[in-house]
């Protein structure tokens, strides 16, 4: 079993930064490939950004490519979603997932959930 945790969502306005991070515990953190997806209600969850294990290889969804940027501290057991040049079009709930193998964006792929955390992006 592996716990993940999220934090660091928040209210900003258009062309600001956040920076949500994802907290894992239980199994070995380095074991897994993690990815964050996002969902507005409504809307199906989407892709958003994964991360092999060691962090070598890294997938971007086509609408954030070159504005976020995922990374991993695996003495952390964290992995982060750097976002910058936001738009009102990025708002939703952001969860990040855990995969045994490099699932990139195929939701199903995924093994693990965390709750979300809300990133609002004003204009």
């Known amino acids: 079993q592996v716990q993940l945790v999220e934090s660091g969502g928040g209210l900003v306005q258009a062309g600001g930064s956040l920076a949500p991070s994802c907290a894992a515990s239980g199994r070995t953190f380095s074991s897994f490939a993690m990815g964050w997806f996002r969902q507005t209600p409504g809307k199906e969850r989407e892709f958003v950004a994964a991360?092999?294990?060691?962090?070598?290889?890294?997938y971007y969804a086509h609408s954030v490519k070159g504005r976020f940027t995922i990374s991993r501290d695996n003495a952390k057991n964290t992995v982060y979603l750097q976002m910058n040049s936001l738009k009102p079009e990025d708002t939703a709930v952001y969860y990040c997932?855990?995969?045994?193998?490099?699932?990139?964006?195929?939701?199903?792929?995924?093994?693990?959930w965390g709750q979300g955390t809300q990133v609002t992006v004003s204009s």
């Open positions: 997932a855990a995969s045994f193998l490099f699932s990139a964006s195929l939701e199903s792929g995924y093994n693990y």
């Open positions: 991360t092999s294990r060691s962090g070598g290889n890294k």
